[in-house]
């Protein structure tokens, strides 16, 4: 019998980060020393003391039960206070926060608690691929919005054909942004803010990165505006800023009528997060100044050290701000990402993530994670050298 997959499934673009995965494995199996650069996955471990907190707390039976699907009010009162000190913004532990099994299950799941058939979702892109597919799952139309690098990778709204408006219902944002390593500024906030007022459109931004940031730079968030929770949610994840990604443990919050429609549809899928985890995640929350100081520092060091080796190519390439991506344009004689980073992997043995994977409006583009020791970053310029 053969078994045929839904429609929405096949509805998707192929997953380029399976095949990268694939070419990565026959090359290592060919006994090459690959350097890869592809996904965005630290390599730094946890901080042990989240580590140990964990340990202790899966130990506990009372934390060995079915969670709650709004998450443990100890943990929303952390990330309430989380947020007061570090964006001088209060939220309602009770009605404005809703913890997530990673950031990426709840922009997952948020199309399916808002979106009806037909609607339009505003996707800005190159974007992290769950905007794009979570949108399809729901019978969502994804209208893109390209990031252009002369407007700084922040999406023209002004542009947005009137009838389209019409029919959206939800904007995508993304700042700090993957892949681009854009950051937004307040002001640019502020006018998405006024844009979705105006359109009676919905704002979910993703803020994986707000504190992956460099050179003194602080990123804001959009509830830091004035009116924002009127329409708008923030994700947060403790991935990148805690190297907690196999963990799964996020939030989103904002707009208590979004966090209490995406907690009605959660509830009846998952069933919270195991309550260790939460446990530890309140730890996390707690970790004093130093980890991130010291985390920053390394990625920027690292970021310096693949910059001055692209340029010393004669590869111009930007320093970012934010994350831990570089997003390099092609150097001059290419205009294909998809063959370009074959010839990185076949040529120079370093794996980069084509920009058109993230889609079109990358395509002239890829992107390095600075997830590897300085020493590899600075053998992958002189490998990347021969083929420039
Ligand atoms: C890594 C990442 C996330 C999500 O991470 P979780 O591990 O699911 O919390 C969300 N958005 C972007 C843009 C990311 O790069």
Not at 178 to 205: C, G
């Amino acid at each position: 019998m053969r078994i045929e997959k839904a429609e929405r499934l096949k509805k998707l673009p192929p997953y380029l980060f399976a095949k990268i995965d694939k070419a990565k494995r026959e090359a290592q199996n060919e006994g090459r020393d690959i350097i890869d650069l592809g996904v965005g996955d630290p390599d730094q471990p946890t901080p042990s003391h989240i580590v140990d907190k964990l340990h202790q707390a899966a130990g506990e039976p009372a934390n060995q039960h079915y969670a709650l699907d709004q998450g443990m009010r100890d943990l929303r009162v952390a990330i309430a206070s989380w947020y007061r000190k570090r964006f001088n913004v209060e939220l309602d532990a009770d009605k404005e926060i809703l913890p997530l099994i990673g950031s990426k299950e709840g922009l997952a799941h948020l199309p399916l608690a808002l979106i009806n058939p037909n609607d339009v979702v505003l996707i800005p892109e190159p974007c992290y691929p769950p905007y794009r597919s979570a949108t399809i799952f729901a019978g969502g139309r994804p209208k893109y919005l390209p990031l252009l690098e002369e407007k700084g990778f922040l999406p023209q709204l002004d542009k947005i054909n009137f009838r389209i408006l019409a029919k959206a219902k939800l904007l995508f944002l993304n700042y700090p942004n993957n892949p681009t390593a854009a950051v937004a500024e307040s002001d640019f906030f502020a006018r998405a803010v006024k844009f979705a007022r105006k359109n009676k459109i919905l704002i979910a931004q993703d803020a994986a990165y707000s504190e992956i940031t460099f050179d003194n730079y602080t990123a804001p968030s959009i509830l830091q505006i004035k009116g924002a929770k009127d329409l708008a949610v923030e994700f947060h994840s403790l991935s990148k800023t805690y190297n907690m990604t196999g963990w799964r443990v996020g939030w989103v919050c904002g707009n208590r009528d979004i966090i209490a429609h995406l907690t009605q549809l959660k509830s009846n899928i998952d069933s919270g997060i195991f309550q260790a985890i939460q446990v530890a995640a309140i730890c996390a929350l707690n970790t004093g100044p130093k980890h991130l100081d010291s985390l920053r520092k390394l990625y920027q060091d690292r970021r310096d050290v693949l910059c001055a080796g692209l340029n010393s190519l004669g590869w111009k390439v930007d320093k970012p701000r934010a994350t831990f991506y570089v997003w390099a344009r092609l150097p001059k004689k290419y205009s294909d990402s998809i063959k370009f980073a074959r010839l990185l992997l076949d040529k120079a043995n370093v794996i980069a993530t084509p920009g058109v994977g993230f889609g079109p409006s990358g395509n002239n583009y890829i992107r390095f994670a600075l997830t590897v020791p300085r020493e590899r970053l600075e053998q992958a310029s002189a490998k990347i050298k021969e083929i420039i």
